[in-house]
Structures are given as structure tokens and as C-alpha cells.
């Protein structure tokens, strides 16, 4: 068993269930994986948050990465989203 927790607030959780339900009634499917995405890129990025910055409060290059990583991800699905089909 693992010391570290991992705490959602229960605001975020609420809109992320009610966001991604109207999403895929409205059969927005790309809709609903953008706001998934976003959600889960939040919630690591909140989970990771001591791994992003180092003793002295500057960020790491781990930040960096993630940050990037998930700028390279936005632009994709954004991308996939205006494309037909």
C-alpha cells in the first residue's frame, strides 16, 4: 500500500461527470475526450505537483515536459476536432 493520496474535489469531479454526460447524449463525442483531457492533464498536474518543482520553488525540467507534452496533446485533439468524420 502506497503513503501518497490522491484527492479529487468533489466540485471538479461533479462537472467533469455532468460535462462529459451531456457531451456523449449530444453524441459530441470529440467533445466529451477534450473535456476528459483536460480534466485528467488538471488532476496530474495537481497529483504531480511536488515532482514539478524542486526544494528551492524553481520549476524542474519535469514541469517542462509535462507541460509541453500536454500543449503537443491540446493541439492534436484540436486538429482532430476540426476534421470531418
Not at 490522491?6 to 463525442?29: A, D, K, M, N, W
Not at 476528459?36 to 518543482?53: C, D, E, I, P, Q
Not at 528551492?56 to 491540446?74: E, K, N, V
Request: proline share 2%; with cysteine.
Amino acid at each position: 500500500m502506497s503513503d501518497m493520496e490522491f484527492t479529487i474535489p468533489l466540485g471538479q469531479i461533479v462537472s467533469y461527470v455532468f460535462l462529459s454526460t451531456i457531451c456523449f447524449l449530444l453524441r459530441r463525442y470529440k467533445m466529451g475526450l477534450m473535456i476528459s483531457f483536460a480534466y485528467v492533464f488538471n488532476w496530474g498536474l495537481m497529483h504531480g505537483k511536488a515532482n514539478f518543482v524542486d526544494m528551492i520553488g524553481r520549476p524542474t525540467m519535469g514541469l517542462f515536459f509535462y507541460l509541453l507534452s500536454g500543449l503537443m496533446m491540446a493541439i492534436l485533439v484540436l486538429v482532430g476536432f476540426f476534421r470531418e468524420g
